[in-house]
C-alpha cells in the first residue's frame, strides 16, 4: 500500500488532466474579461453634446457669453463666431476669467484669450469646438467634437 | 538587547488598558450626554412648557399644555422636496396667545400662515435656509456651507413670487416685490436682461437670478456678509463698484428701492414647483408665454429701448458706454429712414454697436411688436421749425467714385465712425445690416442733412464742410463699399419710396 | 427509583446551565494551565489567527507601536461605523447629501457615528504609513517577510482607495472636485498619448476614466460606482488581504524580533524539520497538518522558556491597541465634526480645490504634471518600495531600529537631504516660475516630463545611489531612499494643506487669501 506522504509520481504527460485544467483556466480567465468589460459603458448615459445657443443675430461682433451649464464660452468678433470650452484640460476645473486671459482655480494653470496655454501644468490649450448652423437659423455648438484654435465660423 | 520580564509588560500594558478604557467610556458618555441633553432644541422645548403652563388659565391652555411633549417635530411636504425641522423650536407660530413672548416661541405674523398652512408649505419655501439643521446658527446658515441662507426679514416676499404674479400680491403682503417689479420695468432692465426669453442680450438673462448661489458671485467687493441678497443689494447701489468694469448703468435706487428690486430679483426662480401650488394669475402668466399679452408701442418702447435710447427725441453721448446713443425718434431720422430700414435694425441689431437683435430667437419680439415699436417711433412730433429736407430729384448714385469719397471719409467721418467705418463713438457703418437695409437716399439725406437733436453734423452746411452733392455721391459710394459682403439696398430703394413716411 | 428524580434531574441541569451554555460556546472553561492557554488560542476560530505563544519582544509597545494592530483596528472599527451609515444613507444624486444631513441632524448618535467614521478613516491612512514605516525602518521585510511587505504595501494601495471612494458619497461641493481631480488623474495618460498622437486608437487614459466613472463627469454613475467600491469590494479585498497578512506573519516565524533575542532556531524561523509522522491505519487519533508540512515551520514550541504565552498576554495587548484607537477616534469625534460642505454643484468650482489631505502631496506634483505627479511618480515609488525586500538582500540586523548608529545618521542625513531638496523644488516654481515661463514656446513633452516632481524624485534616487556607493550597503541605500519619500511626502503634503491657496497659489497663511 503506497504511503499517503509519497504519492505515485505524476505521469509526465497526463494530457487529459492537462486539458482539463488548461480549458478550466481558459474559461476562468474569459470570464473575467466578460467581467472587466461590464463596468465600461458602451454609451454614456447623458446628454447629447450638441446644443443651441440661438441665432446669430444674438451675438454681434463683441458679444462675449458664457453657457454656464455647458462651460462654453461664445465670442462673436468681426470674423465670426467661435466657442470655446471652459474646462482645464489639466485635471477639469472650470476655469475662471482674468484679465489676462483664464486662470484655472485648482492648479494654476493659466491660460491667454485664445485658450492657450501660457503658463501652469495643463497639457494643452483650451479647446475650441465646431459652431454649425440648424435648419431654423440657431447656432449649435458640439461639445464632443474640436476644432483648431481660431476656428470662426462666419455666419 | 534587555527586555523586561514579562510580567512587568503586563503589568504596565494592564494599567494602561484600564486607563484607555476609562478614557473611552468618559468620551461616550460624553458624547451620550451632549447627544441627550445638550441640544438646543431640548432646551426650547422646556422653555416652551413653562410658557404654555403660565398661559395654560382654560380648559383649551390645560389641553395644550397636556398635549405638549418634548420630542423632535418637522414638516414633510414632498411635492416642494421641504423637510423642516425649525417648527422643534419654533413652537408657537400657530397660537396667537404667542403674540407677545419672544422669539422662538413667538406667533408667526401676518395673514400668512392663515392662506399658507405650515403643513402644506413648511418654511424653508419661504424664508430659506437649512431646514433639516436643528440649531438656529445652522439653520440660518449664514457662514455655513449651505447655498441658501435665511432670507433677510425684508426680502422674505421674494418667495411670494414662486406662486405669486406681483401685481397679484399688491397690497396683499407682497407689497415690496410688487414695487420691485414696476421698478425692474421702469428702470429699464428689459433693455438688457432676458425674462423669458426676450429683452436685451447685453446683460446676462435673469430667468434663474434667484437661484444663484454664493460661489457664482463675485464677491470679493462686497462689504456686508458674503450673501447672493447682499450682492444682489450692493450692486444695485453701485454696479462698478461690486463687479470692476461692469457695463450695468446704476439705476439710481433708493434704500427702499434697492430692497424692492433685490426681492423681485431674488423671486426670479424658475422653479419647477406643483402645478397645485401656483396661483391662477401665475398660471395665466406661465400660458402666456408663447402669446405676450398685447403691449402698445409705447409700452414696448419703455420696456425694451428707454433704458439706452431714453426719450429718444434727442442724441446724446453716452460717457459710460463712450458711444453716441442717436435719437431714434428724432425728426430727422423718423424723417429719412424708411419701415424697412428701421425694422430691420430692430430685428437685427446693428453689429458693431450696442444696439441687439430684437426679432424673434433674439430679443424676443414678434414682427407685429416691432411694428407697433416703429410706429411709435414716427409718432413723435416733428418739429415744426425745423425743415425736413427732401432728396434732390436728379441724384444718380450710380456713379459715384468711392475713391473721391474715401478721402472725404478720412477727412470728415473717420473720428467718429472709425477707419474703414468699423464704429468709434458712432455707429459702425461696415456692417451688414447696415449696408444690406439702408438705402442710398437715406445716406444721402444723413450726411447732407445731418440729424436733428444729434450729434451727426449737416456735411452742407459751409460751416461743417460744405460738401457739394457730387461728394456726397462720391461719399455715399465710399459708404457702400464698405460692406465687404450682402447686396446693398439701392437698387431696391430706387423702385420703393425712399423717405417712408412722406409720400 | 425516587419518584421527583426527574425533576431534580432538571433542577440541577438548569442550575449548571449558564456554565454548560459557556463551555458549549468556549469549547472550553477558562485556561488555568500553559497547555490549557495554548489550547483556548488553537481551538478559537478567531485566536488561532495568533501563534500560541509570543516573544515578549511583540508586546513591548516601544518596538512596534501597536501599529499593524491599530491599523486593523480602525478597520474593524470603520467597518462597524460604515455599515450603521448603510442604514440612511442613499447613493442617489437627490438623496445622498439629504440623507448624511439627515444622519448628522436626527439619526441619534449619527452624527457621532459619521465623525468616528470619517477620523478613523484619516487614522487608518496615518497608522498604515506609520506602520509600513516601523516595519522599514527595523528591517522586518527581509527573508522570509518579502512576500508580506509586498502584501502590505497593496493594503495600502486598498486602504487609500477606500478613502478615496469614500470621498465622494457625501455629495458635496468637497466631494465633488476632489473626486473631479481624481477622475482626471486617471484620464491623465492622454497627455502622453497625445503628445504621441495615438489618442484615437488607444485611449488608455479615457478608459480608465470611463471604468471609474461611467460617463464623462462625476455624476449619478459615478457615485453608484464609488459606493459600490466603497461598501462592499474594496473591503472584501482589504479583509481578505488582511487575513493573509496575518497568517502570513505566523507562517513567516512571528514578529521580527532582534538577534540577540533570537531564539536558538535562528530569527524566530524553526529551521528543524519535524518528522512526518505516518499516520496510523486506525482513526483513532487525528492530527494536525503538522505532521505533513514540510520545510518551514512557526517555532511555536522551540525555547519555551524565552515566549510567553498569547492567551492572555499579547491578547491584551491587542486590546490595549484597540482601545487606544477606539479613545483617541472618539475625542476626535467628540470635538470635531466631519466636515460637510454645499451640496456638489458642477456649475461653482471649488477654489481650492483640495482633495483629501493625505493626497495633497500628489496634487502638489499633479499641479506640475497630471500624468507625471498623479500616475508615473506615485507608480515608480510604489514599485520601488514593493521591489527593495528583493534587491536589498543582504543580511540585516532585524529588529533594530533604523540597523543601529550607522543607519541613524544614514537616517538624519538623508531626512536632511530630501527636506532641502523638497522645499527647494516647491520654492523654485514660486519664486522664478518654470520651464514655460522661461520659454513660452518649449514643446509640451518637455514640459511634462521635466517638472520639480521628476527632479524632486530623481535627486532622491541619486541620492540612495549615492549612499549606496559610500556605503556598499543595499540596506543602507533602501534606509536613505525609504527616508526621502517618507520626507517628501511629509512636506509636500504639508504645503499642499496649509499653504497652497485659490489657483494653488503659495500663501503664508489662508488669511492672505484673496475674497472670491
Redesign the interface.
Known amino acids: 500500500m503506497p504511503?499517503?506522504?509519497e504519492p505515485q509520481a505524476m505521469p509526465r504527460r497526463d494530457f487529459l488532466g492537462m486539458a482539463g485544467l488548461g480549458s478550466a483556466g481558459l474559461a476562468i480567465f474569459g470570464s473575467i474579461i466578460g467581467m472587466v468589460r461590464l463596468?465600461?459603458?458602451r454609451v454614456?448615459?447623458?446628454a447629447s453634446g450638441r446644443f443651441k445657443i440661438g441665432p446669430p443675430s444674438e451675438f454681434p461682433p463683441g458679444t462675449v457669453k458664457v453657457i454656464?451649464?455647458h462651460?462654453v464660452r461664445i465670442v462673436a468678433t468681426e470674423r465670426g463666431i467661435a466657442a470655446m470650452s471652459l474646462v482645464c484640460t489639466?485635471?477639469?476645473?472650470?476655469v475662471?476669467e482674468a484679465p489676462d486671459g483664464f486662470?484655472?482655480?485648482?492648479?494654476?494653470s493659466r491660460f491667454d484669450a485664445d485658450g492657450k496655454?501660457?503658463?501652469?501644468?495643463a497639457?494643452?490649450a483650451l479647446p475650441w469646438f465646431p459652431i454649425s448652423r440648424a435648419a431654423d437659423g440657431a447656432l449649435v455648438v458640439d461639445n464632443s467634437g474640436e476644432t483648431p484654435s481660431g476656428t470662426f465660423f462666419e455666419v | 538587547?534587555t527586555?523586561?520580564?514579562?510580567n512587568q509588560?503586563?503589568h504596565r500594558?494592564?494599567i494602561?488598558?484600564l486607563i484607555?478604557?476609562l478614557?473611552?467610556l468618559a468620551?461616550?458618555a460624553?458624547?451620550?450626554l451632549?447627544?441627550e441633553f445638550g441640544s438646543e432644541w431640548r432646551h426650547y422645548q422646556r422653555q416652551y412648557t413653562d410658557i404654555l403652563a403660565a398661559k395654560a388659565t382654560d380648559e383649551q391652555g390645560r389641553s395644550l399644555l397636556k398635549a405638549h411633549e418634548i420630542k423632535?417635530r418637522?414638516i414633510v411636504v414632498p411635492e416642494l422636496g421641504v423637510?423642516d425641522?425649525c417648527v422643534s423650536c419654533h413652537l408657537g407660530i400657530d397660537d396667537p396667545r404667542m403674540a407677545a413672548v419672544s422669539n422662538p416661541f413667538k406667533v408667526h405674523p401676518g395673514e400668512y400662515l392663515r392662506v399658507h398652512p405650515v403643513e402644506r408649505f413648511g418654511c424653508t419655501i419661504c424664508h430659506r435656509g437649512?431646514g433639516?439643521?436643528?440649531?438656529f446658527a445652522e439653520a440660518k446658515a449664514e457662514d455655513y456651507?449651505?447655498?441658501y441662507p435665511l432670507l433677510p426679514i425684508e426680502l422674505t416676499q421674494s418667495s411670494c413670487g414662486l406662486c405669486h404674479t406681483p401685481p397679484e400680491v399688491d397690497g396683499a403682503g407682497g407689497d415690496r416685490l410688487a414695487s420691485g417689479a414696476r421698478l425692474f420695468e421702469i428702470k429699464g432692465c428689459y433693455s438688457c436682461h432676458k425674462l423669458a426669453g426676450r429683452g436685451g442680450s447685453m446683460g446676462l438673462a435673469l430667468d434663474r437670478e434667484g437661484l444663484k448661489?454664493k460661489?457664482?458671485m463675485?464677491?470679493?467687493n462686497v462689504a456686508g456678509p458674503?450673501t447672493v441678497p447682499e450682492w444682489l443689494m450692493e450692486h444695485f447701489a453701485d454696479p462698478q463698484k461690486i463687479v470692476a468694469g461692469s457695463q450695468m448703468r446704476n439705476p439710481g435706487l433708493s434704500y427702499d428701492e434697492t430692497r424692492a428690486l433685490t426681492t423681485y430679483v431674488l423671486s426670479l426662480q424658475e422653479r419647477d414647483l406643483p402645478r397645485s401650488y401656483i396661483s391662477p394669475a401665475l398660471n395665466a402668466l406661465l400660458a402666456e408665454r408663447n402669446n405676450p399679452s398685447e403691449l402698445s408701442g409705447e409700452q414696448l418702447y419703455n420696456r425694451f429701448c428707454s433704458n439706452c435710447h431714453d426719450r429718444g427725441t434727442y442724441g446724446r453721448f453716452d460717457k459710460a458706454y463712450n458711444k453716441f446713443m442717436p435719437a431714434i425718434r428724432g425728426a430727422s431720422l423718423v424723417a429719412y429712414a424708411d419701415s424697412i430700414f428701421l425694422a430691420a435694425n430692430i430685428r437685427s441689431g446693428r453689429p458693431g454697436t450696442m444696439m441687439p437683435g430684437w426679432g424673434i430667437g433674439a430679443g424676443g419680439l414678434s414682427e407685429a411688436e416691432i411694428g407697433r415699436i416703429i410706429s411709435y417711433l414716427k409718432s413723435a412730433p416733428l418739429p415744426t421749425d425745423v425743415p425736413i429736407r427732401e432728396m434732390p430729384a436728379s441724384l444718380d448714385f450710380s456713379h459715384g467714385n468711392p475713391l473721391q469719397g474715401g478721402h472725404t471719409f478720412a477727412r470728415l467721418c473717420v473720428g467718429c465712425h472709425g477707419p474703414g467705418g468699423i464704429g468709434n463713438y458712432a455707429p459702425a457703418l461696415s456692417n451688414k445690416i447696415f449696408q444690406t437695409t439702408a438705402d442710398s437716399a437715406f445716406i444721402y439725406r444723413t450726411i447732407a442733412y445731418g440729424r436733428i437733436d444729434a450729434a451727426m453734423p449737416a456735411f452742407r452746411n459751409p460751416g461743417r464742410g460744405g460738401l457739394s452733392d457730387a461728394q456726397i455721391v462720391d461719399l455715399v459710394a465710399y459708404v457702400r463699399s464698405l460692406g465687404a459682403r450682402g447686396t446693398p439696398r439701392t437698387a431696391v430703394a430706387s423702385t420703393g419710396n425712399p423717405t417712408g413716411h412722406k409720400p | 427509583m425516587p419518584k421527583n428524580a426527574g425533576f431534580a434531574l432538571i433542577w440541577n441541569n438548569l442550575l449548571t446551565l449558564p456554565r454548560a451554555v459557556r463551555e458549549s460556546f468556549a469549547r472550553r472553561s477558562s485556561p488555568t494551565s500553559d497547555r490549557a492557554r495554548s489550547q483556548s488560542i488553537f481551538a478559537n476560530i478567531f485566536l488561532h489567527i495568533h501563534s500560541t505563544r509570543v516573544h515578549?519582544?511583540a508586546?513591548?509597545l516601544t518596538y512596534t507601536w501597536g501599529l499593524g494592530v491599530a491599523s486593523a483596528a480602525l478597520f474593524l472599527i470603520l467597518t462597524v461605523t460604515g455599515v450603521l451609515l448603510m442604514v440612511y444613507y442613499k447613493p442617489s444624486l437627490d438623496l445622498a447629501y439629504?440623507s448624511i444631513?439627515?444622519i448628522?441632524?436626527?439619526v441619534?448618535?449619527g452624527?457621532?457615528i459619521r465623525n468616528i467614521h470619517r477620523w478613523a478613516a484619516h487614522l487608518m491612512v496615518i497608522a498604515v504609513i506609520l506602520h509600513m514605516a516601523r516595519v522599514f525602518y527595523t528591517a522586518s521585510y527581509k527573508k522570509p517577510r518579502e512576500f508580506n511587505w509586498v502584501l502590505g504595501l497593496g493594503l495600502f494601495v486598498l486602504t487609500l482607495g477606500l478613502s478615496f471612494t469614500g470621498y465622494l458619497l457625501p455629495w458635496?461641493?468637497l466631494a465633488y472636485?476632489a473626486i473631479?481631480?481624481g477622475?482626471?488623474?486617471a484620464a491623465?495618460p492622454?497627455?502622453i498619448t497625445?503628445?504621441m498622437g495615438i489618442t484615437r486608437f488607444f485611449d488608455l487614459g479615457g478608459?480608465q476614466k470611463?471604468?471609474l466613472l461611467?460617463?464623462?463627469?462625476v455624476?449619478?454613475?459615478a457615485l453608484i460606482?464609488f459606493y459600490v467600491l466603497h461598501v462592499i469590494l474594496l473591503p472584501l479585498l482589504l479583509f481578505v488581504g488582511v487575513s493573509v497578512h496575518v497568517w502570513r506573519i505566523r507562517k513567516d516565524g512571528g514578529l521580527s524580533r532582534?538577534d540577540?533575542?533570537t531564539t536558538s532556531a535562528g530569527k524566530g524561523v524553526g529551521a528543524a524539520q519535524p518528522l512526518?509522522q505516518?499516520?496510523q491505519a486506525s482513526p483513532s487519533k487525528t492530527y494536525g497538518l503538522m505532521c505533513?508540512v514540510k520545510g518551514r515551520t512557526p517555532a511555536t514550541n522551540q525555547n519555551m522558556d524565552e515566549t510567553?504565552p498569547s492567551w492572555p498576554?499579547l491578547l491584551?495587548?491587542e486590546?490595549?491597541v484597540l482601545?487606544?484607537t477606539?479613545?483617541v477616534s472618539?475625542?476626535l469625534?467628540?470635538f470635531f465634526d466631519a466636515p460637510?460642505?454645499?451640496?456638489a454643484?458642477p456649475?461653482?468650482?471649488?477654489?481650492?480645490?483640495k482633495a483629501p489631505w493625505y493626497f495633497l502631496g500628489l496634487?502638489e506634483m499633479?499641479?506640475?504634471?497630471?500624468?507625471i505627479?498623479g500616475i508615473v511618480i506615485p507608480g515608480i515609488a510604489w514599485l520601488g518600495l514593493a521591489l527593495i525586500p528583493y534587491l536589498d538582500r543582504e543580511k540585516s540586523r532585524v529588529g533594530?531600529w533604523f540597523e543601529g548608529a550607522t543607519g541613524r545618521a544614514v537616517v538624519w542625513r538623508s531626512a536632511f537631504f530630501a527636506a532641502i531638496a523638497a522645499v527647494a523644488m516647491v520654492a523654485i516654481p514660486v519664486k522664478f516660475?518654470w520651464l514655460?515661463?522661461w520659454y513660452?514656446q518649449i514643446s509640451?513633452i518637455i514640459?511634462?516630463l521635466i517638472?520639480p516632481g521628476t527632479i524632486l524624485t530623481a535627486a532622491y534616487a541619486l541620492w540612495s545611489l549615492y549612499v549606496l556607493r559610500r556605503s556598499g550597503s543595499t540596506r543602507l541605500s533602501a534606509i536613505a531612499l525609504f527616508t526621502c519619500f517618507l520626507v517628501g511626502f511629509v512636506i509636500l503634503t504639508t504645503v499642499g494643506t496649509y499653504f497652497r491657496g485659490?489657483?494653488?497659489?503659495f500663501y503664508w497663511s489662508p488669511s492672505d487669501w484673496?475674497?472670491?
Open positions: 504511503s499517503r506522504l463596468p465600461k459603458p454614456l448615459p447623458e454656464p451649464e462651460n489639466h485635471l477639469g476645473c472650470i475662471a486662470h484655472c482655480p485648482c492648479h494654476g496655454v501660457v503658463g501652469g501644468p497639457p494643452r | 538587547m527586555i523586561p520580564p514579562i509588560i503586563d500594558i494592564k494602561w488598558l484607555v478604557s478614557g473611552a468620551a461616550l460624553a458624547a451620550a451632549r447627544e423632535l418637522q423637510t425641522r437649512q433639516a439643521a436643528v440649531v456651507h449651505w447655498d448661489v460661489g457664482q463675485p464677491m470679493a458674503h | 515578549p519582544q508586546l513591548r439629504q444631513k439627515d448628522h441632524y436626527v441619534p448618535t452624527r457621532f458635496d461641493q472636485w473631479t481631480i477622475a482626471n488623474i491623465s492622454r497627455e497625445d503628445v478608459f470611463d471604468l461611467g460617463a464623462s463627469a455624476g449619478q454613475e460606482r532582534a540577540s533575542s512526518p505516518p499516520p505533513v510567553v498576554y491584551r495587548a486590546l490595549l482601545m487606544v477606539m479613545f472618539l475625542v469625534s467628540y460637510l460642505k454645499e451640496m454643484n456649475m461653482v468650482p471649488e477654489n481650492p480645490a496634487q499633479v499641479s506640475y504634471s497630471a500624468v505627479g533594530i516660475g514655460r515661463n513660452p509640451q514640459i511634462i517638472n485659490p489657483n494653488w497659489g484673496p475674497v472670491h
